[in-house]
């Protein structure tokens, strides 16, 4: 992928208030970390946005030092989503795109809400995963 241009990340759930919200906090993250601020753009939003991030995942994300609990969930546009380089869905969407240059791949995760705590930090720690290997596959030679 060229350094020039930017690439465009969506994470995309229904309630937009547990997996696309540690996918989202994850890829902030990991960009971070990469120094890749001007390369990677993220969007994140729901189909049906819930009140506010389920109380289980701001648990969890704070055994990564992440805090969630600010965070309010928001409807994405379609136009927003074809935008995107990439979307990850979270296995509960019914997205469909007409744009061809947008790849559209269901991660097929568990919903973590109301979940007991161990459940929700496996469903994290694939995430997290899932979000490493994005950006290795868009930037394999950043640290």
């Not at 241009?5 to 993250?29: D, H, I, K, Y």
Request: glycine share 6%; charged share 35%.
């Amino acid at each position: 992928m060229s350094d020039d241009l930017p690439v465009t990340l969506g994470f995309v759930c229904v309630q937009n208030a547990g997996r696309s919200q540690m996918a989202t906090a994850f890829a902030e993250r990991e960009r971070d970390r990469r120094g890749l601020e001007d390369s990677v753009e993220i969007i994140t939003g729901g189909t049906h946005p819930a009140d506010s991030v389920h109380d289980e995942v701001v648990a969890v994300m704070q055994d990564h030092e992440i805090d969630l609990s600010d965070r309010v969930p928001r409807e994405v546009s379609t136009t927003e989503l074809e935008s995107c380089d990439v979307v990850a869905t979270m296995g509960c969407s019914t997205l469909e795109l007409d744009a061809e240059n947008v790849d559209v791949r269901d991660w097929a995760l568990d919903d973590p809400h109301g979940q007991d705590l161990g459940t929700v930090r496996e469903i994290r720690d694939d995430i997290e995963q899932r979000v490493k290997a994005l950006f290795d596959e868009f930037y394999p030679d950043e640290p």
